[in-house]
DNA sequence: AGTGCAAGCGGGTATATGCCCGCGACCTGA
DNA sequence: TCAGGTCGCGGGCATATACCCGCTTGCACT
């Protein structure tokens, strides 16, 4: 019973759900809403260190590099050095500008269908719920 | 910006949060949310299937599978065969239900503190717009 | 200049999750 | 009875995430 109302389980199932609708309409592009997240947040702050990075998504560090490992193996984000030699310093590539673009619609589809699901209200409501976890 | 209101990443972001709450008040069990919520719906379900359980917990059947392993391991559930030779049968092992049981008050606790927080009726609105997505 | 501490990373380990493939067990129609 | 189709699983591959350890680089103080 318990099981149903146990609200870690709710939100990883809530959780599931949703990515796969981004995770879906941003197939063409083959990227995830994780990486298209990810790809946004250094659009913002490039050029950014891991470190850095991690703190304002608020995730590991080496969560972080990964995720960006990748993004550089596809070509959309590069790696380099700074200054300080310790540095991984990201910048976004030419195709990650593009998939940005292009990801833009698609992403503010999925936001619109959402919303328009719940209605702005409930969609507005469950925002600052889940802030004030 | 658009990251700041991504229902996704807001719920990624919550989820990974919450569950850190489960998984230190569980702690001391050895097992975290995940686990624990796995094995009150094997005991709901016992003797059950992998695929089963699967359809239960909307997971994918390899994810249960793997699930379950862990906790075969750990010594809290038995897997065994049913007539049908293909079936992977899951019990709950003495261990299982001793960690059930010790679990049951830390897992009210969490629930608790985080109902308290939010505010039962807010708690109770999280959860219906959780479904509703 | 040298030493010692701090910072930034990479990589290992573990869990969570999904999809897909292949294998062995079952079952049903011919 | 046997061939073909179905069912249940394990395991491989990929990503997400965290924590911890060890290496390299920096830096500040002596």
Chains 1, 2 share one sequence.
């Not at 702050?45 to 960006?68: F, I, Q």
């Not at 976004?92 to 998939?99: C, L, N, S, V």
Request: proline share 3%.
């Amino acid at each position: 019973m318990s099981n149903d109302t146990c609200h870690c389980i709710l939100l990883r199932k809530a959780t599931r759900k949703v990515s796969s609708y981004y995770d879906e309409a941003l197939a063409p592009l083959g990227v995830n809403i994780g990486q298209f997240s990810l790809l946004r947040n250094i659009r913002k702050l490039e050029p950014v260190s891991l470190t850095d990075l991690a703190h304002k998504v608020e995730l590991d560090r080496s969560t972080v590099g990964r995720n960006a490992k990748v993004l550089e193996r596809l070509e959309l984000v590069a790696i380099g050095h700074g200054e300080d030699q310790r540095e991984a310093v990201l910048t976004i590539a030419p195709k990650g500008r593009e998939i940005l673009e292009k990801g833009a619609p698609l992403w503010d589809g999925v936001q619109d269908r959402i919303e328009a699901r719940l209605g702005r209200e409930k969609a507005q409501q469950l925002q600052e719920l889940l802030a004030e976890l």
